[in-house]
């Protein structure tokens, strides 16, 4: 099992749609959690990142996190075409100590 | 601001043939973070610096891979020799910090083909 599972994708939506990607964790002591966006052959820039459970908005998007069912999502509202990248769940371990672990992320396309 | 640097930005290179990769991190950032990004896969940490101390390389394999970062600002990430396995996107990045609230900024990578 991997540490963070996410659906490879693609995951393809309408411009104008609600996107919506998932990322399971296996780690129950994880605390911090991130979304990175990652456009083809550019590197990896962070949009949100979560540490309670609850919901965490930030213009159109959203993120979720549910550490009971060690489950993180990401929505993205009005989705555009420039929104296509890959999306990189990434979960922190804490401790003092930010070690990052990355799922293999999610493609994304917003069709016109 | 600027932001993290690399160079090369791409390398090709024969296996067996030894390769460098340098990085500066955004001022002021103490923390440096190697990432090894192989095609359609998130980036895993090759090795941690908190000022010019590897504070954890377990992930880095030792045997042909070796890191510094003299002085604390600009790193060095080489491998002797490389292998056919190596090829990947080598991704840098620095953070203020170290705990779960300082942001990790990535630099836009060297690409590494080893034939």
């Known amino acids: 099992q991997k540490e963070v599972e996410q659906n490879s994708g693609p995951l393809s939506v309408p411009e104008g749609a609600i996107a919506s990607l998932n990322c399971t964790y296996s780690?129950?002591?994880?605390?911090?959690f991130f979304w990175y966006r990652q456009y083809s052959g550019k590197s990896p820039e962070l949009i949100m990142f979560?540490?309670?459970?609850g919901d965490k908005e930030d213009g159109r998007f959203t993120a979720q996190l549910n550490k009971a069912s060690q489950y993180v999502s990401l929505l993205i509202r009005d989705s555009q075409p420039s929104d296509s990248a890959t999306y990189l769940c990434?979960?922190?371990?804490?401790?003092?100590?930010?070690?990052?672990?990355f799922g293999a992320g999610t493609r994304l396309a917003v069709h016109p | 601001e600027a932001g993290v640097v690399q160079s090369p930005r791409y390398k090709i290179i024969e296996k067996k043939q030894p390769v460098a990769f340098w990085c500066n991190p955004i001022?002021?950032?103490?923390?440096l973070y190697w990432y090894l990004q192989n095609l359609g896969q998130g980036p895993e940490l090759l090795i941690r610096?908190?000022?010019?101390?590897?504070?954890?390389d377990s992930q880095l394999p030792k045997d042909r891979f070796s890191a510094e970062r003299l002085k604390g600002v600009d790193s060095t990430l080489k491998i002797q020799p490389a292998e056919l396995g190596d090829s990947a996107v080598y991704l840098c990045?620095?953070?203020?910090?170290?705990?779960?609230?300082?942001?990790?900024?990535f630099g836009p990578g060297t690409r590494l083909t080893v034939l």
């Open positions: 990045a620095s953070s203020a910090g170290t705990s779960g609230h300082n942001e990790q900024f």
């Open positions: 780690d129950r002591g994880s605390q911090s």
């Open positions: 979560i540490y309670s459970n």
């Open positions: 990434a979960v922190g371990r804490g401790g003092g100590y930010n070690k990052l672990i």
């Open positions: 001022s002021g950032h103490n923390t």
């Open positions: 610096y908190e000022n010019e101390e590897a504070v954890d």
